[in-house]
């Protein structure tokens, strides 16, 4: 799979590109302040990043629930968490992720937890990639917003009241593209338009690990119609 990017595209991308009810919202308006710091962050992005907001901006559209409420588009949580439980195992699937990992550097609390989530090594290092995809990812986010530091074993603490569907904080994304990458439900599993528990790891199917995160999800509530 090849994508192409026009200049600007990442950032364009990863803030939604228009295709949201809300477009770019508060966080689009502040790019032109930010884009010294923009332009080294996205001149840093990894290819498999770029690749991870492509599959993001699918996931809007193939993502299923929750979706923005009163609208066809999967939420930005979702299609965070989409873009790691379905779309990048299947860009990445008939990679030789083994020998792409070597030349990495991942924080080994990520790879101790796709170890335990994954006992194939296949699987484990597809795992890794893809938490490095969104490490790379979620960091752009972090500059974009001026937020703290990210990191795989500092959960964002945060616990919503209901689903948001707007952009989570950056570290509520690192936490939900770690979750998709771990989740053992298989790709080929459907989501659905409806119900956000089928064809994921849902706290309702008894899962604990690779559950979207309480920063931005509230597991049992109601789908919009």
């Known amino acids: ?15 939604g590109g228009g295709h949201s009810p809300q477009g770019l919202g508060e966080v689009g308006a502040q790019v032109p302040d930010l ?12 290819a498999d990043a770029f690749a991870l907001i492509a599959c993001h901006e699918i ?5 299923g629930a929750p979706k923005y409420r009163g609208q066809w588009a999967a939420n930005e949580g979702q299609a965070d968490y989409f873009a790691t439980l379905k779309c990048m195992r299947e860009v990445f699937g008939a990679d ?6 070597a030349g990495m550097n991942p924080p080994p609390v990520l790879v101790e937890s796709c170890e335990r989530s994954w006992g194939d090594g296949a699987a484990i290092a597809t795992c890794i990639r893809s938490g490095m995809a969104g490490l790379s990812a979620a960091e752009l986010m972090r500059v974009l917003t001026g937020a703290p530091p990210i990191f795989f074993d500092l959960p964002d603490p945060d ?12 570290q509520c994304r690192l ?10 439900v298989s790709s080929s599993e459907d989501l659905s338009e409806t119900n956000p528990s089928e064809g994921t790891c849902a706290v309702e199917r008894g899962f604990v690990v690779g559950v979207r995160p309480r920063c931005w999800y509230l597991p049992g509530a109601p789908a919009d119609p």
């Open 96 to 101: 030789d992720n083994r020998s792409i990992i």
């Open 1 to 15: 799979m090849e994508f192409e990017l026009c200049d600007g595209a990442p950032v364009m991308l990863l803030l």
């Open 35 to 46: 884009l010294p710091q923009v332009l080294q962050v996205v001149g840093e992005i990894s």
């Open 175 to 184: 936490d939900t593209y770690s979750a998709g990458a771990l989740c053992q």
């Open 159 to 170: 616990e919503v009241g209901e689903t948001v569907d707007s952009h989570p904080a950056a």
């Open 59 to 63: 996931g809007h559209h193939l993502g």
